[in-house]
């Protein structure tokens, strides 16, 4: 009896031990999980800290460049700036095309006029951006007041070779309505977006891209006679996308541009060299 007891001892001894080696151990694997986490988010924090100085030292530049009666004018460089300034201005941030679940179901991106026009291009560009659409990517720029006429424009922070990718346009892909001669329906910021039947949806409707009240930095590139960017129509995942490549050496401080097209302006009947 008394050696029965003298190995319960024992057993119940090595028990203890073997659940304290466990608690331990599963604590210092804890602690190296959380201070591994630590560590990765002090990265991450200071990545977005040296980009954000990035745009404030760019920023500061472009303005101590500028004659004294511009340079008080407003920059919005950091995420936070930007963020306040759409919504002071009655827009919500974002950074994707809003697609209805109707449109995606009936829309054929290669039946579109967009990707008809030149497939062997759409789909030769469509693989070279893929990643690129797929994890939202936007090349680093500011907002500035350019000027009464123009309004704002967006700014280049870093240098940008030709052929990089700028970004997708973002905003809602809804029908566009019809209007009348003296409430005619406002697409200054409408990009055409194709669809099953060439620019119509199932219901014979026009279907647009519009970043009026919904978008990104994109929605206030600036039109240029000699653009340092141009709109490309890609085919990504099945959906139809209006994306910004550069198309030659953009220096940190340009202004981004883009051609808005001719009928952009021969449906408002004004030329463009006035809003150069």
């Not at 009936?106 to 008809?116: A, G, R, V, W």
């Not at 930095?217 to 129509?233: Q, S, V």
């Amino acid at each position: 009896m008394e050696m029965k007891i003298k190995i319960l001892k024992k057993t119940m001894a090595c028990l203890c031990v073997a659940s304290l080696f466990f608690v331990l151990t599963k604590n210092l694997v804890k602690r190296h999980e959380v201070h591994a986490a630590i560590e990765q988010g002090d990265e991450l924090d200071a990545a977005q800290q040296e980009t954000q100085e990035q745009c404030e030292a760019v920023a500061d530049a472009y303005v101590g460049n500028l004659p004294p009666e511009e340079s008080l004018e407003k920059i919005y460089a950091t995420e936070r700036q930007k963020h306040e300034f759409f919504a002071s201005i009655g827009c919500e941030y974002i950074n994707c095309m809003d697609t209805p679940c109707k449109t995606l179901q009936t829309q054929d991106p290669k039946e579109s006029i967009h990707y008809k026009a030149d497939p062997q291009t759409v789909e030769e560009f469509s693989e070279k951006y893929r990643k690129d659409i797929q994890e939202k990517k936007l090349a680093p720029m500011f907002i500035k007041h350019v000027s009464e006429k123009v309004g704002y424009g967006i700014f280049a922070t870093n240098e940008t070779a030709s052929g990089d990718f700028i970004g997708v346009y973002a905003g809602d892909i809804r029908p566009m309505r019809s209007g009348t001669d003296q409430e005619p329906e406002d697409v200054d910021y409408a990009w055409d977006y194709g669809s099953k039947k060439d620019d119509q949806d199932e219901s014979g409707e026009r279907l647009i891209l519009d970043g009026k009240y919904r978008g990104n930095e994109l929605r206030f590139i600036n039109h240029a006679k000699d653009p340092n960017t141009k709109a490309m129509y890609l085919v990504v995942d099945g959906q139809l996308c209006v994306c910004y490549v550069a198309q030659k050496d953009i220096s940190a401080g340009e202004q981004l541009t883009v051609s808005y097209g001719d009928d952009y302006w021969s449906t408002r009947n004004v030329q463009p060299e006035s809003f150069i």
